[in-house]
Each structure stands twice: as structure tokens, then as C-alpha cells.
């Protein structure tokens, strides 16, 4: 048995976060799953045994899936520790989540299968990391970028703008904890569309469970003929994220997927599959495949 623990609301659908949790949520009903619902917002949970105060506990051990928004490595492991009081067992560990989702964590892991990157927790270490890398550089944190800002939230050409955004990623802890990360700008083949000047890269998102690959699909939201893969390169994508599940060692991971212009094929980076966003790839084919699998 799957249990599904879901942060949910039809109440609050007003981003496409909150519209896809509502579509995975209402997929793993669908799928015959247990869903129980998480109070939003994680910051508010007062006592964490009362987060969970209408789940049962179960005598067999119940595999967990947490449905929601990116929480902090103590939300996790709060909710980890009480869920298995109820003999529920979040499908990732919290240090696999956190291997997952900190990018100076998985990036060791990855050594030539991704680009050049440096790490900086201070302003003052950006001329080293600048020496090695270079200008230009993509600037991102730990968790996240700010790639729905635009590209130049994003790629620093000068000294100036890469203090500007690193001092900006610090300032944000939901981004970067604490982690600004400059990784080497790589040329990407790209489809016809752009976002905010953001050039629309081939890139695909792959759901992986324990070496199995899930679903797939295309990461960003626009459609262009230019995204179809051949089988080759279905393979190509497929063997390369495997090889990055099988680094990171993490149950349920997703994999981020690029095309250089060369033709060849990089890790971008990983998630927590529980975490992820699902971009095109079919909410139903991975649900149903993830179910399939935890029932092996």
C-alpha cells in the first residue's frame, strides 16, 4: 500500500505549483492510493504530530509519498520522524533528500557528466570561483534559480551584475540555503521559442525509481516540433539519467537532462522526485508507473 500525503487545496490553484499538486493528488486518488492531506504551509506547523492527527497507523509498513512544495532538510526530517510513528515510510530518507535537492551535495556525485561549477557561502570568494570559471556564468542557489525572472536573473557577464545576483541568492534562503552556486555556461541546442530572453534549451525531465525509468518529457511548458526525440536519443537521455540515479542514490529522484549544441547530452541537475515539477511529462504514466513499481 502507497499512502499519499498531499498539501493539496482546491481552495488555493492560483500558480502552476499549486495546480500541479492538485493534478497529482487527484491522479493518485484516481489510482485506488490512500491520500491524506497536509496542512499548507509548513512554516505554520505548530506541533508536528498534530499535522498528522487524522492519518492512521498502520501495522504493515506503508510506503510514503509527500505531495507538496520544497520544505526546508528540519520540515523533512520532522515529518519523516512522525510519519513513522504511523509505520508510514517517506519514500526518501532525509539525507537522500537532501543529496537530491542541495546542489553542492549531488554535484560531487556527477563529476563529467556535468558542467564545471564552484560553490560560494561569502561575496568574497566569487573572484577565485571567477578565475576558474570565467565570465559568463550562470548563478544560481542550492535549491533553485530564478529562471522565472528571466536570463539575466540568471547569467552574470560582469563582476558587478555576479555580485549583484549572488548577493540577491543569499538574501533568498528558499533559493540558495545559504549556497550560491556559479556554474560554467554551457551552448545548449535550442528550440525556436524564448521566455523573458530565456533561450528554451532541449531539455527533458526523467522520473526514476530504483533504476527504473518512469516517464519522461519535455522540461519546458511550450511545444515545438524541435523537442521530438528519436530513439536514439531517447536512449541516449535515458542512459545518461540512470547514471546520474545511480551516483546519487536516491530512490525516487528526477533527473534534468540538456543537449549541448555539439549534439551531446549533460546532466543539468537532479531533484527529489516528490518535488519535482512534472514540465510535460504525463502526470498519469508516471503515477501509475510509480505505483506499479512500489507494488513489485
Keep these: 500500500m502507497v499512502v499519499v500525503l498531499s498539501e493539496a487545496t482546491v481552495q488555493h490553484q492560483h500558480t502552476t505549483n499549486a495546480r500541479e499538486l492538485n493534478r497529482i493528488t487527484e491522479t493518485a486518488r484516481m489510482l485506488g492510493l490512500r491520500v ?16 498528522l492527527a487524522y492519518v492512521p497507523s498502520f501495522d504493515q509498513p506503508q510506503i510514503g509519498i509527500w505531495v507538496g512544495y520544497i520544505p526546508t532538510p528540519a520540515q523533512y526530517t520532522a515529518l519523516y520522524q512522525a510519519a513513522s510513528a504511523h509505520n508510514i515510510w517517506l519514500i526518501n530518507t532525509p539525507e537522500q533528500y537532501q543529496t537530491a535537492m542541495e546542489f553542492d551535495r549531488f554535484y560531487p556525485l556527477l563529476e563529467q557528466l556535468t558542467p564545471e561549477s564552484c560553490i560560494i557561502t561569502e561575496l568574497d570568494q566569487l573572484p577565485t570561483a571567477v578565475a576558474s570559471l570565467g565570465l559568463p556564468v550562470f548563478v544560481k542557489g542550492a535549491i533553485k534559480s530564478n529562471k522565472e525572472q528571466g536570463w539575466q536573473a540568471c547569467v ?26 556559479l556554474r ?21 525531465r526523467v522520473f526514476i525509481y530504483r533504476q527504473q525509468v518512469l516517464a519522461y518529457g519535455f522540461y519546458w511548458d511550450e511545444t515545438s516540433a524541435a523537442q521530438t ?6 536512449y541516449s537521455i535515458k542512459t545518461l539519467a540512470l547514471e546520474a540515479a545511480r551516483r546519487v542514490a536516491t530512490p525516487f529522484v528526477a533527473v534534468y537532462i540538456g543537449q549541448l549544441h555539439n549534439g551531446d547530452w549533460i546532466v543539468i541537475e537532479v531533484g527529489d522526485g516528490q518535488f519535482s515539477g512534472l514540465s510535460q511529462v504525463s502526470v498519469f504514466e508516471l503515477w501509475s508507473q510509480l505505483k506499479a513499481q512500489l507494488a513489485i
Aim: net charge negative; glycine share 2%; aromatic share 8%.
Design 156 to 181: 552574470a557577464t560582469t563582476m558587478v551584475e555576479l555580485y549583484r545576483l549572488s548577493q540577491q541568492l543569499l538574501s533568498q534562503p528558499a533559493q540558495s540555503r545559504g549556497r550560491v552556486i
Design 229 to 234: 526525440l528519436n530513439p536514439a536519443e531517447v
Design 184 to 204: 560554467r555556461l554551457v551552448q545548449l541546442r535550442t528550440i525556436d521559442s524564448a521566455y523573458q530572453a530565456f533561450p528554451l534549451g532541449r531539455e527533458y
Design 36 to 51: 491524506y492531506s497536509l496542512p499548507s504551509e509548513p512554516t505554520q506547523w505548530q506541533v508536528i504530530d498534530d499535522v
